[in-house]
Nanobody, 119 residues
Framework: QVQLVESGGGLVQAGGSLRLSCAAS????????MGWYRQAPGKQRELVGTISSGGLTNYADSVKGRFTISRDNAKNTVYLQMNSLKPDDTAVYYC?????????????WGQGTQVTVSS
């Protein structure tokens, strides 16, 4: 089992920055993918970006150039640096970890952290 705990959310004005953290614990394998998703009120959960254990990143078009994902494998922690925030970035942000065991995929989610961007 894997536990994910996010932190760093809050209220920020448009144009500001926030940094989210997600610490993973439990049965974590060396090869995995961690990522961030978000869900705004009345909308479906959407991908923000992912980062592999090897450091390869992938971003949604809506955040490219503004958000940066990084990770510290020694601490099993993934970060989301959010710059130039917009009101449209307001959402609950969820951390995600995916890994495979005996060719069976497992996906774990954090409890979410609220990010609110005021105009």
């Amino acid at each position: 089992q894997v536990q994910l705990v996010e932190s760093g959310g809050g209220l920020v004005q448009a144009g500001g920055s926030l940094r989210l953290s997600c610490a993973a614990s439990g049965s974590i394998f060396s090869i995995n993918v961690m990522g961030w998703y978000r869900q705004a009120p009345g909308k479906q959960r959407e991908l923000v970006g992912t980062i592999s254990s090897g450091g390869l990143t992938n971003y949604a078009d809506s955040v490219k150039g503004r958000f940066t994902i990084s990770r510290d494998n020694a601490k099993n922690t993934v970060y989301l640096q959010m710059n130039s925030l917009k009101p449209d970035d307001t959402a609950v942000y969820y951390c995600n970890l995916g890994q495979t065991n005996w060719n069976r995929p497992y996906v774990y989610w954090g409890q979410g952290t609220q990010v609110t961007v005021s105009s």
